[in-house]
């Protein structure tokens, strides 16, 4: 079993649809929960990190992390075809640990 | 404007020949790492640098090599012991390992 679990997609929604976005986990000692956002060829780029179980909001952009269940989740509010990329979730544990990347989900937003 | 710079963007090498990525950050990160990305794959982690003169073999280390003489540069090393080196290769830097990593743009590397 991988540590970190993502549908990889392609996830196709309409423009202003609210998209969900998951990953699984099995290492109950990550604390530290990120979401990259990648474009085609391009870097990943950091789009929120969450701490520890709960949610947290920034723009369109909401992070839930539900520690009992190991599942993490991404909702994007009114969708634009600007959001089209993959997202990939990160989670790691206190200290230095590496990141455990997930595979990502390809998401395609259609005007 | 404080960023992460990877050279070149594509770059191909023929079997067997060494090839050396670049990454420099002015961003005064004391952290810096190398991913490898293949599709299907989440990103694996190749090496990573606390301070200078320091690095650390990451997941997947073996025929790759690294130097960290300078804060800002954290060269790569494909060697020809790498068995399938084509790929997508990411370096990111942090403030310091317990904290959040932004990447550079990347080098896509294509062995012939």
């Known amino acids: 079993q991988k540590e970190v679990e993502q549908d990889p997609g392609p996830l196709s929604v309409p423009e202003g649809a609210i998209v969900s976005l998951n990953c699984t986990y099995s290492n109950s000692a990550f604390q530290y929960f990120m979401w990259y956002r990648q474009y085609s060829r391009k870097g990943p780029e950091l789009l929120m990190y969450t701490y520890s179980s709960g949610n947290k909001e920034d723009g369109r952009f909401t992070a839930q992390v539900d520690k009992s269940s190991k599942y993490i989740s991404l909702f994007i509010r009114d969708s634009q075809p600007s959001d089209s990329a993959t997202y990939l979730c990160?989670?790691?544990?206190?200290?230095?640990?590496?990141?455990?990347f997930g595979t990502g989900t390809r998401l395609l937003v259609s005007p | 404007d404080g960023g992460i710079t990877q050279s070149p963007k594509y770059l191909f090498r023929k079997e067997g020949q060494n090839v050396t990525l670049s990454c420099e950050q002015n961003?005064?990160?004391?952290?810096m790492y190398w991913y490898r990305q293949d599709p299907g794959q989440g990103l694996r982690l190749i090496y990573y640098?606390?301070?200078?003169?320091?690095?650390q073999k990451g997941d997947i280390a073996e025929g790759y090599s690294v130097s960290r003489e300078k804060k800002e540069s954290f060269p790569l090393t494909v060697t020809s012991a790498q068995k399938n080196p084509t790929a997508f290769y990411l370096c990111?830097?942090?403030?310091?390992?317990?904290?959040?990593?932004?990447f550079g743009p990347g080098t896509r590397l294509t062995v012939l």
């Open positions: 640098s606390q301070i200078v003169n320091d690095f």
């Open positions: 990111a830097s942090s403030l310091g390992l317990a904290n959040e990593q932004f």
């Open positions: 961003l005064n990160h004391d952290a």
């Open positions: 990160a989670p790691r544990d206190t200290g230095f640990q590496k990141l455990v």
